[in-house]
């Protein structure tokens, strides 16, 4: 029998062989690897193993060559072949993780269309040393929205900085142009759930009591929210903001900055009106904290500095912003 054989890396090490084999065999018309562990047609090291087996550095899995033969692509897209450089800045890289500069206007997750993602670029600009660990974005980041994007590198990565965000140790902050005058500090908490379709839009719900607490979503969402600097669009007040969030849920700033009369200019899924030149809104993710000495090697700040396209959007609404944030 003719076998396929892969050897597990360091960021295999320790996982059950299930999993591994789950991605392994993502494009195999199977339904469950294990009647393939009993029938022996996957071997770990040349000998039968169990689904619950521990995989170790340099194990040498074995799956029968035949199984592969009808397997299809991942995905039917077409899609362009990538150039050699991919189209964002990187602000930090190392074996833990990897920090870029997200472009507006770029999605982060694999389309359906020929358009390329970030996630796209990760899987060729990332050697693939691992059979179950996948490099990719281990935060949200809507795709009209720029600035910091952390990518997991190594398995290790992914976990302290997943365990940091939840635990709250890491810090964000992003600016954004609001619609109206906010004159002050404001703390805003409510509850956000659900994904609400409005014409091409996709939406979620607010809520300052408990109407989603069947919901998993059921945690508050906590930003707040500092005037940096006003101005006016058209003459319409509007106001440069600096959001700190304190959780990371979907669409928060943009869901609560409209629950408290300040959506985003130009963000009409939200409320807002639309800008005459047609794009979208302008939220930056500008700034990220984390523990000194942390055990990944990152530095304690990271910054993206403001796109020139926000800048010029700054200078039609007649804002002069230093550049500094309130921390």
């Given at each position: 029998m003719e076998w396929c054989v892969f050897v597990a890396g360091i960021d295999d090490n320790g996982r059950r062989l299930d999993r591994v084999l789950s991605r392994l065999l993502k494009n195999v018309p199977v339904h469950s690897p294990f009647p393939l562990l009993r029938k022996k047609l996957i071997r770990v090291n040349g000998h039968k193993a169990e689904g619950k087996t521990?995989?170790?550095?340099?194990?040498?899995?074995?799956?029968?060559?035949?199984?592969?033969?009808?397997?299809?692509?991942?995905?039917?897209?077409?899609?362009?072949?990538?150039?050699?450089?991919?189209?964002?800045?990187?602000?930090f890289r190392n074996q833990h993780l990897w920090i870029i500069e997200k472009p507006r206007g770029m999605a982060v997750q694999p389309l359906s269309t020929p358009e390329r993602s970030v996630c796209d670029w990760v899987a060729q600009s990332v050697a693939q040393e691992s059979l179950s660990f996948v490099p990719a974005p281990l935060h949200r980041l809507d795709r009209h929205t720029s600035g910091l994007l952390v990518i997991s590198q190594s398995l290790a990565g992914?976990?302290?900085?997943?365990?940091?965000?939840?635990?709250?140790?890491?810090?964000?902050?992003?600016?954004?142009?609001?619609?109206?005058?906010?004159?002050?500090?404001?703390?805003?908490?409510?509850?956000?759930?659900?994904?609400?379709?409005?014409?091409?839009?996709?939406?979620?719900?607010?809520?300052?009591?408990?109407?989603?607490?069947?919901?998993?979503?059921?945690?508050?969402?906590?930003t707040t929210a500092t005037p940096l600097a006003q101005g006016s669009y058209r003459g319409i007040p509007v106001t440069l903001v600096q959001f700190q969030i304190h959780t990371g849920k979907k669409?928060?700033?943009?869901?609560?900055?409209?629950?408290?009369?300040?959506?985003?200019?130009?963000?009409?899924?939200?409320?807002?009106?639309?800008?005459?030149?047609?794009?979208?809104?302008?939220?930056?993710?500008?700034?990220?904290?984390?523990?000194?000495?942390?055990?990944?090697?990152?530095?304690?700040?990271?910054?993206a500095p403001l796109p020139a396209d926000f800048k010029k959007m700054l200078d039609s609404s007649l804002i002069h912003w230093n550049g500094q944030v309130i921390i």
């Open positions: 521990t995989v170790r550095n340099g194990d040498e899995i074995q799956i029968a060559a035949f199984l592969f033969k009808n397997a299809g692509p991942h995905s039917t897209s077409i899609k362009p072949k990538l150039n050699s450089q991919p189209p964002f800045l990187t602000l992914a976990r302290w900085f997943s365990k940091a965000l939840s635990a709250g140790t890491v810090q964000k902050w992003y600016v954004g142009l609001a619609s109206g005058t906010l004159t002050a500090t404001e703390h805003w908490e409510s509850k956000i759930a659900g994904n609400s379709k409005i014409g091409k839009f996709y939406t979620v719900s607010v809520s300052e009591n408990n109407a989603f607490k069947n919901q998993k979503q059921n945690s508050p969402a906590k669409h928060q700033i943009r869901a609560q900055a409209a629950e408290n009369a300040h959506p985003l200019l130009g963000d009409t899924a939200y409320g807002a009106p639309p800008l005459d030149s047609g794009a979208a809104f302008f939220l930056h993710a500008l700034r990220l904290r984390v523990p000194e000495n942390n055990p990944v090697g990152l530095p304690p700040v990271l910054e």
